[in-house]
């Protein structure tokens, strides 16, 4: 529990200095082109990665989980259709929670 | 907040605070998601309110529940969580002259830099509406995203358990939707998208949990150092 403490205590300073960062630094620290399409492409590359591992990931292994596969299909079929965040979200976590209900495993 | 129209012309319409509060308001609501998720990863109802107070970056802090639920690799989680936030020094260093705070003020400030926020004001047409689509978009967003923290955090454990809710689905969708408009910005963004995927994927087996999306960033190195110029607003 005190090492879970540590890490959100550890992860919510960073998030916040990482703002006050962007108000405080110099304008010309990220003048570079690199530096700064690197910046912008940076969360492209890790929500990449989150979305994959989250899906797919069980520890070491690879798994496909039907359930979760199939709620991840009702995300995209939602984003497709323009819908609004929380209706993309609902949408994943309802498709799988059915189907689980109906003894998909 | 009608009263810095200053440099504008006119007065400040209503509509920046209207859209901040609409957008605030229908964000904020997703913050049910994340506190029944933080819980039924293994935080305690404190700690999944502290990461929404404190850190106050959805990213980021599914990327942290992520780790912990992994059993683990609460350092490489740690790191992913921090290094996605990186996209909020970017937003600051585009806010701070349109908003032009001094002093103790940036403090404040500062927790408001959110993806939504930093669209909103970006959005209107002058400074002195930007800041009060900011402001607007900021008190809205930050306080139905912890109301709705502490009431997905304190009601999931009443409702069931979090497979048989498909709660495992909300953080790999969340990020879905969140990549998803950055898709399309264009090729370079996709490259990078599929390749940090890869990345991730394939290391997965050799690596403790967390640390194959940190593997990932270097897929933003590699679309930086080939396309510098490219794409940015």
């Known amino acids: ?105 | 907040m009608a009263d810095q129209a200053g440099q504008a012309a006119g007065p400040v319409p209503a509509r920046p605070v209207r859209d901040g509060v609409v957008l605030g308001l229908a964000v904020g609501t997703s913050g049910l998601a994340f506190g029944a998720a933080a819980v039924s990863s293994g935080l305690s109802v404190p700690q999944a309110c502290a990461l929404s107070l404190i850190a106050y970056t959805g990213a980021s802090q599914f990327a942290l529940i992520g780790a912990v639920a992994a059993g683990g690799g609460m350092l490489a989680g740690s790191a992913s969580a921090i290094l996605l936030g990186s996209r909020n020094t970017l937003y600051g260093l585009r806010l701070a002259s349109l908003l032009q705070v001094r002093g103790t003020g940036r403090l404040l400030t500062a927790l408001g830099v959110t993806d939504e926020s930093t669209a909103v004001a970006l959005a209107q047409p002058g400074a002195a509406q930007a800041r009060a689509a900011f402001r607007a978009t900021f008190a809205s967003l930050y306080v139905t995203w912890n109301l709705a923290t502490a009431a997905g955090a304190a009601g999931v454990g009443r409702l069931g358990s979090p497979q048989s809710l498909g709660l495992d689905v909300v953080a790999p969708a969340a990020f879905l939707a969140l990549i998803w408009p950055r898709l399309r910005a264009g090729p370079a963004e996709r490259g990078v998208g599929l390749l940090g995927a890869a990345i991730a994927l394939a290391a997965t087996p050799f690596c403790p949990p967390g640390v194959p999306v940190i593997l990932a960033a270097s897929a933003a190195l590699a679309g930086a150092l080939a396309a510098p110029k490219g794409g940015s607003p």
């Open chain 1, 1 to 105: 529990m005190t090492g879970t403490w540590i890490a959100v205590l550890a992860t919510a300073a960073g998030c916040y200095a990482l703002k006050l960062a962007g108000l405080t630094v110099p304008q010309r620290l990220l003048a570079h082109p690199v530096t700064r399409r690197f910046a912008e492409l940076v969360p492209v590359a890790l929500l990449a990665a989150l979305t994959v591992a989250e899906t797919f990931a069980d520890g070491h292994a690879l798994r496909a989980d039907p359930a979760r596969l199939a709620g991840m299909g009702a995300a995209v079929a939602a984003l497709l259709a323009r819908a609004p965040f929380l209706v993309v979200i609902v949408a994943a976590a309802g498709t799988a929670a059915g189907l689980r209900a109906l003894g998909v495993s």
